[in-house]
């Protein structure tokens, strides 16, 4: 791949999962009846709501942020982590085939993570200033 090709392969990735992360930050905030659902789940796992809010609304922002290219490495990271966390709380003792999905999110995160063409990106933006 040229060097453009690969900006532009990344560009997509980076789009795919951060409207992913819109997605489901969207279907937890985008009423109050969805927010309270989400917050009951959490609360389940042992957590308070506020921690539900926040993840709600976390993961949200860093689907916005992944599509901008905005603190990219930093925002992937946080993805990776969310995700681990993700697996962890919601997964933990069941069979491997019931978290591929989040899985495949987190390798998508990491590869995000590791690429060093961003051009096509807020971050390349504010390298050239």
Sequence with gaps: ???????LFFLTLRIIL??????HGMSKVGSKK??????TYITSKGFNTFIGTFAAYFELLLGIFIIL????????ILIAIYMLSAIYIAHYGSPINTYFYQICLLI????IGLNDNNKYSIDQLMKKT
Excluded at 1 to 7: Q, R
């Design 1 to 7: 791949m040229s060097i453009d090709e690969t900006s």
């Design 18 to 23: 951060g409207i992913v992360f819109i997605y």
């Design 34 to 39: 969805s927010l309270d659902e989400w917050n």
């Design 69 to 76: 290219g905005l603190f990219t490495r930093i925002v992937s």
């Design 108 to 111: 998508l995160s990491i590869l």
